[in-house]
């Protein structure tokens, strides 16, 4: 069988260009190791989706799944080991099996950033997370650390004053990078307290987290926090490893699109997050799926006409 398109990750750019592909009638396999969603299904609540006031994360992540599998988008969650994108049909080789395709859209989105120190890998699970979403509840009453300043960072403090007696943010600027919106919202709560100028050193305990140690970056000073846990949130790596020398890739490895969804292979397109852009949000990845799924209908109906 060869799939007129095969989009690699099921997140919101993946999801969103699988509606639309299944929509134009093309005949479309998502391709997804870890469960659909990606990261907007690890957030709690999305509140700047147009025309939604607010949503969980995983509610409009199996929202978009389930309109997929509806127009009949396949879903494999097979692990790939090889591609090879060049010519008129694309082939991408599984743990089971070879599949083929005219086009291919990269929707595989980015993973978090670690902070890379001390203490880090061997709490991970037990104390230090990535995800307020999914770990926040195992809190209650406790307190806890969120590492970074931006959007993520300060939306996940305040969800996790839900649980936690206590939520410290640590930044390693003077100021938050957070909307002014979201600033607001976490100066407000008196559950949160703000340590600017300054990055994590240290992660210790016993067999859980129990204290992270920091440096004032200007001061050189060092200090230590009793916390239960650390969330951290310092940005993102995108998930193109499987990318490297098959398309172009900029000096941090995020794919370098042009027209916002190609890249330099013909019948091969990017999607969402994992691409160069100025802003990474729930809403531009969907519009970066849309016009994936609609430029690979383009790029099929020239590839059929040039067949004949």
Known sequence: MIYDVIIVGAGPAGLTAAIYAARAELKTLLIEKNAPGGQASTTDTIENYPGIETVSGPDLAMNMYTQATNLGVELSMDEIIDMELNG?????????GTLKAKTVIWATGVQPRKIGVSGEQRF???GVSYCATCDGALYKNKVVAVVGGG???VEEAIFLT???KKVYVIHRRDQLR???????????NKKIEFIYDSIVKEITGNNNVEQLKYENVNTNERNS?????????????PNTGLLKGKVNLDSQGYVDVKNGVETNIDGVFSAGDVNVKYLRQVVTATADGAVAAVKAQHYIEFFNKEAK
Do not use: P, W
């Not at 008129?88 to 089971?96: A, E």
């Open 151 to 153: 959007d993520s960072a």
């Open 88 to 96: 008129d049909i694309k082939t991408i080789t599984t743990d089971s």
């Open 162 to 164: 839900r649980f936690a």
């Open 225 to 237: 926090l009793d916390v239960d846990g650390i969330f951290v949130y310092i940005g993102n790596i």
């Open 124 to 126: 991970t699970s037990r």
């Open 178 to 188: 957070a909307t002014k919106f979201v600033q607001k919202k976490a100066f407000e």
